[in-house]
C-alpha cells in the first residue's frame, strides 16, 4: 500500500461518523489514483465530476497503465492529459 493510500485510510478511520466527502481539483490523475483507491478500499463509492469529458473507460486505462508505468508529467503531452483529470469527486458509504 503506498504512503497516500495509508494516510487517507488513516484520516478516514479516525471519523468513522462522516459518511461523505467532497474534493475539488484533485490533482490529476495522480490524485485521483490515489483517493479512489483510498476510498474505495473503505468503502465508500465514488462518482466523479471532470472539468472535461472524460469516458470512464479511458480513465481507467491510463489508471492501470500508470501503476506499470510512472507517468512523467513533466512531458507537455502528459500535463495536458494530467490536466483532464481535475474536477470534483465525491465519496459515499
Not at 61 to 84: A, E, G, H, Q
Request: glycine share 4%.
Amino acid at each position: 500500500m503506498n504512503l497516500c493510500k495509508r494516510i487517507l485510510s488513516f484520516l478516514i478511520i479516525q471519523k468513522p461518523e462522516i459518511m461523505s466527502y467532497e474534493l475539488q481539483n484533485v490533482g490529476g490523475l495522480s490524485g485521483y489514483s490515489c483517493y479512489v483507491d483510498a476510498f474505495e478500499s473503505n468503502n465508500f463509492k465514488v462518482k466523479i465530476k471532470f472539468d472535461k469529458k472524460v469516458k470512464k473507460k479511458t480513465l481507467n486505462n491510463i489508471r492501470i497503465s500508470r501503476k506499470t508505468k510512472k507517468l512523467n508529467i513533466t512531458k507537455m503531452d502528459n500535463i495536458d492529459v494530467n490536466r483532464k483529470f481535475n474536477g470534483i469527486m465525491y465519496f459515499t458509504k
